[in-house]
């Protein structure tokens, strides 16, 4: 059985960091992706941040420079450091796993944890 557990969200003031954690479990993750969704009220669900197998990441326009996402294989964890945090990166913060598309290098995440919620308000 496959589970993703995340932590680290909160409450934090414009300017701020915050950790994510999200370790996984029931399976090896070594050979997928991993990655980080959000999702404003409102707003699409849009794909943050992913790392592949090799440790190659890509981010969102909105958030390079800012997050760094990164991967601890030996935990099955991975984590998005955010940084320099603005109102516009409230939202709820899902993890995931899955494959990348060797063509496409399209991801698609299998498997999802619940979700954490990152405020960022004065």
């Known amino acids: 059985q496959v589970q993703l557990v995340e932590s680290g969200g909160g409450l934090v003031k414009p300017g701020g960091s915050l950790r994510l954690s999200c370790a996984a479990s029931?399976?090896?993750?070594?050979?997928?992706?991993m990655g980080w969704h959000r999702q404003a009220p409102g707003k699409q669900r849009e794909l943050v941040a992913v790392?592949?197998?090799?440790?190659?990441?890509n981010y969102a326009d909105s958030v390079k420079g800012r997050f760094t996402i990164s991967r601890d294989n030996a935990k099955n964890t991975v984590y998005l450091q955010m940084d320099s945090l603005k109102s516009e990166d409230t939202a709820t913060y899902y993890c995931?796993?899955?494959?990348?598309?060797?063509?496409?290098?399209?991801?698609?995440?299998?498997?999802w944890g619940r979700g954490t919620q990152v405020t960022v308000s004065s």
């Open positions: 029931g399976s090896n993750f070594d050979i997928y992706a």
């Open positions: 995931n796993v899955g494959p990348v598309d060797a063509r496409s290098e399209i991801y698609s995440p299998l498997w």
């Open positions: 790392i592949n197998s090799g440790g190659r990441t």
